[in-house]
């Protein structure tokens, strides 16, 4: 039964932190209909930017999460703007492959910057847990399921309370009309594209903090974003919370009882069910 | 006439690649072995992809079950090469079969990713089962014969080509061109979308499959991972995607093109080679977004016009 708890607690640690994965994926996903394959690089880049900050500035690495969010924001904003704006009509492949291009060129250039060694972001409290009712939860787990869900709330107030929020969903929802009432597409784009950019960057930070990171984890952590956003969905930021619960929940519960070679046919087998039996998500309006 | 003097062309440039292994490099064959495997998968991702119009992340998976079809036929059952390729194809079509059913009724985006977990979920069931040598591989015995397997590889290449060819005139081709265009529209006209639909998923698995079986033995190692890699997958969407998909002879050009271009790379620049290749691919798709078979075209009457043309009409 402790084992079962300690489990389940584990899971859910782990899903706040995948959940913000894939939050970025999703509104990317939702408002430009663009599956971005480059969004696991943005994690890596947001990761060494707190690894550097870390050990070349000491900085807190919690600290040094706004500073990737912001480098992270104004790298999406520029490819939006510069780039993915020139093809956003274009069929679905292109813009499938176009990001697959930057991923390869993210990927590239940070082996060579980085190195490809493994990276941890280790500061002194790292070891430091607490133990509730004989679960043990360590304390920069718990931080990182903390911010996730915040970052989550702050996504949510912004799109659904503020004016740049009503015009992000405007051109989610019906591009034309958003032009009529006087929003300017290629700036909210772009902006958008940065937001997710920006989360990415965040995610990034956190991971670095929990796990190690080296040039390569892309690939797989985009993987993983999509599976999440398959199960939670893609219209509500709280969704995306949910699916990233669920995964990790459901990760962590097969490792320990099915074995950890079973983890991903898990998770991904859930995903393929999921989508045969309702294609818009767990969550998501059936239309 | 034009059309009379493209495929001469082509039958002539396959009778001349079918020459290589006699004058060629040895290194040469075996880049000519790797590219023409790679052009079939194109190939055959064209049928799902370029005619039917959907994003397959699954052909990876038909070349793994080639690859392993064959691998577990000759050692497990001792039966000889070509009753593996023949078991390793069987097997991929009707996993495409089962599979294509429930997957194929999702659309877009959704497919692709779903076709994308299949993947991942291969990698994971092939690396935990005793017959397939779980997660550390099989090894195949060796068979030095380069000029066979290149011979193999280009009659390969040529019947797959050929099957497209037969497929852009076939009533099978205009119904999956009419998924493509309107899938409901299709539908409210006759076309059997279902049935049409796990048609092209089986053709595709079936040349696919094939492709894997053919590399396992001439590469006579393979693993879960190497397998049903992914990244294969991707890069036969982007040969598929440079030379025009949809179109017959695009993806084999865009095919023998790109893996040029990267084999160059890799001997001029090797270390900048994948920088390059991430470049050109970004390029292709802002430049010349339906590949190169519109580039050929249209380019003669447009001139540079094209190019700007393509970004005016993408863009925002």
Known sequence: MLLLLQVLANGALLGGLYALMALGLALVWGVLNIVNLAHGAFIMLGAYVCYYLFTLAHMD?????????LLLFCLGYALQRGVLNLIIRAPMFNTLLITFGFEVVITFLAQIVFSADFRAINPDYAGANVTLTGVTVPLVRLAAFAVA?????????????????????????????????GVEPRHIYALTFGLGAALAGA????????????????????????????????????????????????????????????????????????????????????? | MKRLAAWGAAAVAAMALALVPCIGSPTLVQFGISTLLLATLAQAWNIIGGFAGYASFGNSVFYGLGSYGTAIAMLRMGWPFGVGLALGAALAVVFAVAIGMPVLRLRGHYFAIAT????????????????????????????????????????????????????????????LIAIRESED???VVGVNTTAYKVCAFALAAFFSALAGGIHAYWITFIDPASAFDISLNVKMIIM??????????????????LASIS?????????????FFGFIIVIAVVFMPRGLADVARRLPQLRWRYFGDNVRTHRL
């Open chain 2, 263 to 275: 084999e160059l790379l890799a001997t001029e620049v090797s270390t900048a080679a994948s920088l």
């Open chain 1, 149 to 181: 869900l915040g970052l989550t709330a702050a996504l949510s107030l912004l799109l659904n309370r503020t004016r740049v929020g009503r015009a992000i969903r405007a051109c989610a929802q019906d591009l034309v009309a958003a032009r009529l009432h």
């Open chain 1, 61 to 69: 690495p919690f600290a040094a999460l706004p500073v990737a969010m």
């Open chain 2, 240 to 257: 598929a995607v440079f030379g025009g998909p949809g179109s017959i002879l695009g993806p084999v050009i865009g095919a023998l093109l």
């Open chain 2, 116 to 175: 994308l977990a299949l993947a991942e979920v291969m990698i994971a069931i092939v690396s935990n089962l005793d017959i397939a040598g779980r997660n550390i591989g099989l090894v195949l015995p060796l068979l030095r014969g380069d000029t066979m397997f290149y011979e193999l590889s280009l009659g390969l290449l040529v019947l797959t080509t050929l099957t497209v060819l037969w497929l852009s005139g076939s009533r099978l081709g205009f119904g």
């Open chain 2, 185 to 187: 529209a299709a539908a």
């Open chain 1, 203 to 287: 995610a990034g930070g956190l991971y670095g903090i929990v796990s190690q990171i080296n040039p390569y984890i892309g690939g797989a952590l985009t993987a993983k974003s999509f599976a999440i956003c398959i199960i939670g969905g893609l219209e509500n930021p709280f969704g995306v919370v949910v699916g990233g619960l669920f995964l990790g929940i459901v990760e962590s519960l097969t490792s320990v009882y099915v074995g950890a070679t079973y983890a991903d046919v898990a998770s991904f087998g859930i995903l393929v069910l999921v989508l045969i039996v309702r294609p818009t998500g767990l969550l998501g309006r059936t239309t």
